[in-house]
């Protein structure tokens, strides 16, 4: 499976930007995909998941701010980010599970198999 992240961008505090995240290669129906992100000098951490039955998991702090989907006809996945903030400033990673993982699993950085290779999101004061 590989992974095409793209949609980062430079944005001032308040705005909004769109990731996309293509899968190709061998998918199978039911996968899931979840965004991380890793801020300089930090752990990455979890932001966002779209589960192979289409449940969505957020990060406390994004609910409300940010919307993961998917459509399955382009294999892919988008993350709607809005009211950023400049603690959203990170390097922004898509990966994919394909054993179809519930609950918790969902936010583990070892439950996925598949990454992509990132893209930056700078959040501007």
């Known amino acids: 499976v590989q992974l095409q992240a793209s949609g980062g961008g430079l944005v001032q505090v308040g705005g909004a930007l769109r990731l996309s995240c293509a899968a190709s290669g061998r998918t199978y129906p039911y996968y899931s995909i979840a965004w991380f992100r890793q801020a300089p000098g930090k752990e990455r951490e979890f932001v966002a998941a779209n589960s192979w039955d289409s449940v969505a998991t957020y990060a406390d702090s994004v609910k409300g701010r940010f919307t993961i989907s998917r459509d399955n006809a382009k294999s892919t996945v988008y993350l709607q980010m809005t009211s950023l903030k400049p603690e959203d400033t990170a390097v922004y990673y898509c990966?994919?599970?394909?054993?179809?993982?519930?609950?918790?699993?969902?936010?583990?950085?070892?439950?996925?198999?598949?990454w992509g290779q990132g893209t930056l999101v700078t959040v501007s004061s």
């Open positions: 990966a994919a599970d394909l054993g179809r993982s519930r609950g918790d699993r969902l936010t583990w950085r070892r439950t996925y198999e598949y």
